[in-house]
């Protein structure tokens, strides 16, 4: 019997199809898991045969005779679909993709989307029909024909040269099943636990039921479409060719709250929670989750429950890196394992930066490049001299070649530190500039044997130089890289390419995109500890304790665009045309389902928790979780902060007992950097210092000067200005705030493209008064440099095509079409106004401008003028804000540097001539606004009422705020103090804002 069991939220087919296969014999029966955690859960119930979705249509291959297939790689498939868009970029066959196909990430965008188009169960010529028969006019039509023309090259590419994807697997394994008396080498098969099919695996699965026998276990009441919206469509796919069974199986003694909440979860009822089986908690920061649920972890330990009874689930790791080293740091065995990224370790940057030393550069470049490499940690315990030694050279001598420097090194060196000098030197020579992907995985795999890591290790452990940890950490990269390096090999051969002739810049790209992503195990995970994974691998589980991190908006839910190619409307639209692809609102479907399994797989207790900043707090699926039950019973709690006789930890119980005794000394006999620990919070509270963001260190100082410069822009000025720890994190640590792409206009493009049109426009218009042309005629003209400047952004990526540009567009261009009609009114009003340049650059040899600092030496200032006017007896500056415009009284406070510098560099342009005033124009308000003037009788009459200010001491007040934050830099003072919110700071975890005491110093939070 073929079937479909529907079973209720917190259910589970696997134990019953356990049992059938049982009856039927291993030997003719498999059960198909979609995830390894699933299938060593069943192998823990008793299964025998476990296979994936994958296994059943290689095994079917297997029977049929395909035993040789040449299968191919992702990396393979990106190969072959970058030389096709560039094979068709060459013969101008690609008008809408053509600016794309160089552009980063294309490629691995295009290359989705075949994946994508081909699992969507519509057949080559199927696809190629339907984008080509749905005839959009213009760039989307475009679009449309070169996708299919593509995606037909790609398929008939495979086809050629006998290669498979898994997409191509799957469709010759439908192929198989299709032909007379295929071997299918099973009578039963049964899958449980997947939550959706796509159309190739609907499809294999119609074509296995007429050869042996198909029963799947899904999770799905029609009910509650809310919650199972992701398993809607699996329902209706195989409930055409198999028959449904509402199957209820025996589920473990819930407790009375779970049990409410699994049956109603997504509705509401008029039960009131009580008892404690569900707890909401909210914390001040991710690192107080983490803490709170291990220490509750660990209080469930201390109860004598076992390991196998706790799971703690997230839906991403990415955003709980530390989570196995704290675990470790409270005793709880865990089965995560203690890994370190590929991509961070020294001897991948070595490599890295000795391929970009291969590099043909000038004299002074190629030295520099050289001075990265001596930089480079694995360089120091590799080599046998004292690159620290040599680098200092350069703080002395201003070197214009590598000649020079290696001249100048070989004569500090003695004979043998000179000798490994010159390895490095002939290893960073080994690099060829320009040649085939082939010769450089040779080179390098070459240049790592050279390195004798092994050996130079071993010696450096005998005189005590390196320990094991480091021996280990270097040993693991080595062989990850050997691995990586065969695999670049392998795809590129795969694809034909291995003769394909690249530069070293090119192939360092190559190798660190290959790099990432790739872990190395410094120590395994205890397989008896308490289960830590993705909440997206587990449904149909049963834990007496599930712990659920993460619960926070932007993270669970986790909004992320399917591909950005085609946006939600178009594949809305394409299911009408037979090709049925994700989309957004399939991937919120998704998690609100992972959310719901997670929640089921709880017997005994649920904690489910966020933490709550500036930037965010708990996502809607906690208010969910509060609505299934009356009133308001079920409520948040906060983490409480934790005592000395409360600790549970080594590191806290120091952390505590630092706070309240430092000069004990049994303890400081007993925990490491004892004198250390205590004294840090203290120094905090007699004022700023080391710990507290001033930098101190002398040679540290004199390297920060150097690095500083003496150019400055506005941008950099105000970001002191606001808060010296920002500066710090944002140009010296080079950290940002970034942002998921979606579909919407970003501030940054929505204010470029505003930007972009109004200097084009009024570019047009210089030495000429707006009131002398006709109103209709100026907003044409707007109309069509808007219209050309969007296809020009949809060409090069800065706006994505997407459903709700429409929209955003017009809001953009109702903004432009106001600032036309403000820009009239203001030159109807003010006789002499007439633009006179726009996008002015100062800081240049045209027009350089600087002032004086506080030690004397030149500040130089640098920027661009939105544009200048003409007043009738002077001139005005004007800046753009595609928002809110700073308040005039920050220009007072030191807060807005952005007019004040353009009004230095005005001051520079006219030289005897007379400054006017500025002000902001605002793409929002529609009007100027916020602005500066200097001469009662030449007022503008956009300024109203407003008192001028003295030119003079405008001027002055800048030069001294310019040169007190200069001088605050230069001198390493970087303490954390935000003048008002700190929105958008990517030092939000670490920063010791919320505690500033009186007398000044910082304190933890």
């Known amino acids: 019997m073929n079937k479909l069991y529907c079973v209720p939220l917190g259910s589970s087919a696997r134990q019953f199809f356990i049992s059938e296969i049982e009856r039927q014999g291993w030997d003719k029966a498999f059960l198909v898991l979609p995830s390894g955690v699933l299938q060593n859960r069943a192998y823990a119930e008793g299964a025998v045969n476990v296979k994936n979705f994958d296994d059943i249509a290689i095994g079917l291959l297997n029977a049929n005779g395909y035993t040789n297939l040449k299968l191919i790689s992702r990396r393979t498939q990106e190969l072959i679909v970058e030389s096709l868009l560039k094979d068709y970029a060459a ?3 690609l008008p809408y993709f053509n600016v794309l196909v160089e552009k980063k990430g294309f490629v691995k965008a295009v290359t989705g989307l075949m994946g994508q188009l081909s699992r969507s169960g519509a057949k080559m010529e199927e696809i190629y029909e339907a984008l080509n028969s749905w005839n959009r006019q213009g760039k989307l039509g475009l679009k449309d024909r070169e996708i299919a023309a593509v995606y037909t090259a790609y398929r008939l590419r495979l086809k050629q040269e006998d290669w498979f994807d898994v997409e191509g697997l799957y469709r010759l394994a439908v192929f198989v099943l299709q032909q007379e008396n295929p071997v299918v080498p099973w009578q039963h098969l049964y899958f449980s636990e997947f939550y959706q099919f796509d159309g190739l695996q609907v499809e294999l699965l119609r074509e296995l039921k007429n050869h042996c026998g198909i029963n799947v276990g899904l999770m799905y009441e029609g009910t509650r479409p809310e919650i199972f919206a992701a398993t809607e469509r699996a329902y209706l796919d195989l409930g055409g060719f198999l028959q449904i069974d509402k199957f209820k199986p025996p589920v473990p003694p819930r407790a009375e709250m779970l049990t409410v909440l699994t049956e109603n979860l997504g509705g509401e009822t008029n039960v009131p929670y009580t008892g404690r089986s569900i707890r909401l908690l909210e914390a ?41 080293r704290l675990s470790d740091e409270y005793g709880i065995p865990v089965s995560l394992p203690q890994t370190a990224k590929l991509n961070n370790e020294p001897l991948t940057e070595l490599l890295y930066l000795l391929l ?6 000038a004299p002074p470049v190629d030295a520099g490049n050289l001075w990265q490499v001596l930089g480079c940690q694995a360089v120091k315990m590799l080599f046998k001299f004292d690159a ?11 070197y214009q070649s590598t000649a020079a420097f290696t001249e100048d090194a070989h004569n500090m060196l003695d004979d043998e530190s000179g000798q490994e000098f010159l390895r490095l030197l002939e290893l960073a020579g080994s690099l060829p500039p320009l040649a085939s992907v082939e010769s450089y995985c040779t080179a390098v795999t070459d240049l790592l044997a050279q390195l004798n890591i092994a050996g130079v290790l071993g010696s450096a452990f005998k005189n005590g130089t390196a320990d094991h940890a480091a021996i280990k950490n270097y040993l693991l990269a080595e062989a990850a890289i050997t691995k990586v390096l065969k695999q670049i090999h392998d795809d590129y051969a795969a694809g034909s390419l291995l003769d394909k002739k690249i530069t070293a810049q090119e192939f360092a790209d190559i190798f660190y995109e290959s790099v990432q992503g790739v872990e190395l195990t410094l120590q395994r995970g205890d397989m008896g500890g308490v289960l830590i994974t993705e909440a997206a691998g587990i449904q149909g589980v049963y834990y007496k304790h599930v712990f659920l991190l993460g619960v926070r908006e932007g993270e669970f839910p986790s909004l992320k665009t399917e591909n950005w190619i085609y ?13 049925d692809l994700p989309g957004t609102i399939a991937g919120l479907n998704e998690d609100r389902y992972f959310f719901a399994a997670a929640v089921a797989a709880a ?14 707090g708990a996502s809607a699926y906690a208010e969910m979780l509060q609505n299934t039950f009356a009133g308001d019973t079920l409520k948040a709690q906060s983490c409480a902060p934790v005592s000395v006789y409360d600790a549970m930890s080594a590191d806290e119980l120091a952390e505590k ?16 950097n004892w004198q250390q620990r205590t004294e840090i919070e203290y120094l905090r509270e007699e004022g700023y210092g080391n710990y507290s963001g001033v930098m101190q260190n002398s040679a540290l100082l004199a390297q920060l000067k150097k690095y500083l410069g003496n150019t400055f822009s506005a941008s950099r000025l105000e970001t002191y200005a606001a808060c010296p720890f920002k500066f710090l994190v944002n140009y010296l640590w080079n950290q940002q705030v970034y942002a998921e792409a979606d579909e919407n206009v970003t501030s940054i493009d929505r204010g470029n493209l505003l930007h972009a049109a109004a200097a084009e426009f009024i570019g047009r218009y210089c030495n000429k008064r707006l009131a002398d042309y006709d109103q209709e005629v100026l907003l044409a003209e707007m109309q069509q440099i808007f219209e050309a400047l969007c296809a020009e952004y949809l060409q090069s990526g800065k706006l994505k095509d997407t459903v709700l540009l429409t929209y955003q567009k017009e809001s953009l261009l109702k903004s432009l079409l106001a600032f036309v009609k403000a820009e009239y009114d203001y030159s109807l009003a003010w006789c002499g106004y007439k633009p006179l340049a726009v996008e002015l650059p100062f800081g240049t040899a045209d027009l350089p401008v600087s002032i004086d600092g506080a030690d004397g030496t030149k500040i130089n200032l640098q920027g661009r003028i939105d544009r200048i006017d003409d007043g009738s007896g002077g001139i005005f500056v004007t800046d753009y804000k595609s928002g809110n415009s700073p308040e005039k ?3 007072a406070d030191g807060l807005d540097m952005q007019l004040p510098l353009y009004l230095l560099a005005a001051e520079q342009l006219v030289g005897d001539g007379r400054v006017l005033g500025a002000d902001y124009y605002s793409f929002k308000n529609a009007k100027r606004e916020n602005g500066i003037f200097f001469d009662s009788d030449a007022k503008p009459p956009f300024f109203g009422s407003a008192k001028a200010d003295d030119f003079n001491a405008v001027l002055a007040n800048t030069r001294q705020f310019i040169a007190g934050y200069v001088s605050g830099m230069r001198s390493g003072d970087f303490k954390p103090q935000p003048f008002d919110k700190c929105d958008f700071c990517p030092a939000l975890d670490i920063c010791r804002r919320k505690n500033v005491n009186v007398a000044g110093g910082a304190e933890d939070v």
């Open 567 to 579: 946006n939600d409307n178009e594949r809305a639209t394409m299911v009408s045309l037979g090709i």
């Open 284 to 324: 001040a920061s991710r690192e107080q989750e983490v803490r709170t649920v291990l220490r509750s972890i660990k209080e469930v330990l201390w109860q004598g429950e076992s390991t196998d009874n706790i799971i703690v689930l997230l839906r991403d790791f990415s955003f709980y890196a530390g989570l196995k």
């Open 388 to 398: 620290e030694k040599l680098l200092r050279l350069k703080a002395d001598k201003f």
């Open 356 to 361: 970009k030393k291969a590099v043909p550069a």
């Open 91 to 93: 013969r101008e066959q």
């Open 657 to 672: 007992l630092a706070a309240a005794d430092r000069s004990n000394s049994w303890l400081a006999g007993r925990f490491d």
């Open 889 to 891: 009284r920050k220009i």
């Open 603 to 616: 017997l005994q207790s649920l904690t489910v928790s966020w933490y709550s900043d500036d930037s965010g």
